[in-house]
């Protein structure tokens, strides 16, 4: 009797073995089955981030190689500042000037391409202040449209609008050389773009009442005669290079925050009412 009782607390003790045995494989497939699907969650949330990326990828001209001059000039109620700006800063983007008059274009990354080669990114360079209503120049001169304005082209009309003074800022564009009449932008300022090579640009301060094709063209045979050179014996007056900073191959430089524009740059400003 003692040797049966004996086998049976052994049979007992294998068939509960063999019972929990038959578990461990379920156990065994939880484990990669959860794994596989955290790197299948991994996967769809990388390319939903390269998606989005893409969608905010500079679109356009100009493009890394591209290396374009243009024409600014500051209007003020009646009459040009002649000063002239150079970088205090080093150059960290490729768009910016040598004190000549010209904005030099030539992006070093991609943070400044296509719809991100602003006039935002410009100032930013020069160490411009340049708001819709405002523009600060580096030497402290302030032209705000809230100031004492510009005086009115016509103190004798019956409208208070005209007869008063007051001021506005505007960015004047010429597409081209070429171009006699220029587009006009009052707002959004920062994000109003570099589209080609040989534009000129006016940030006119002058009174509202002022028909945009009244503000003034700048002198632009400097610009004509710089685009006739070769670039090899195009001048620096400044001394400086347009080497840009060592950088990556500049294909994951972002804008700067506070500066990423639209995809489409502001609409054009009509005409000030008569």
Known sequence: MARSAAAKKVAKAASA????????????????????????????????????RSSNAPAGPPRLGDH??????????????????????????????????????????????????????????????????????????????SGEGCASPDPDSDDPDISEPGAELRIMRWETLQAEKALAFTEDLRDVRFLDDGQIFVFAFVHPSVENADVPRPDDAFLRAYLNLPPEDQPLIDGSTEEGPVLDDGSDTEPVEGDLPATSEPSETSEPAE
Do not use: K
Request: hydrophobic share 40%; glycine share 10%.
């Open 17 to 52: 073995g063999g019972s929990g045995r038959s578990f461990r494989p379920r156990r065994d497939i939880l484990f990669p089955a959860a794994m596989l699907l955290v790197v299948l969650l991994g996967v769809v949330l990388i390319l939903v981030a390269r998606n989005e």
């Open 68 to 145: 374009w001059h243009s024409l600014y000039a500051i209007y003020d109620c009646d009459e040009f500042i002649l000063d002239l700006y150079p970088n205090d800063v080093d150059d960290q983007s490729g768009i910016h000037t040598h004190g000549d008059g010209l904005i030099h274009i030539h992006p070093f990354h991609t943070g400044v391409t296509g719809q991100f080669a602003t006039v935002g990114a410009f100032m930013r360079e020069i160490e411009f202040e340049l708001t819709d209503s405002t523009i600060e120049l580096p030497d402290g001169t302030i032209l705000d449209e």
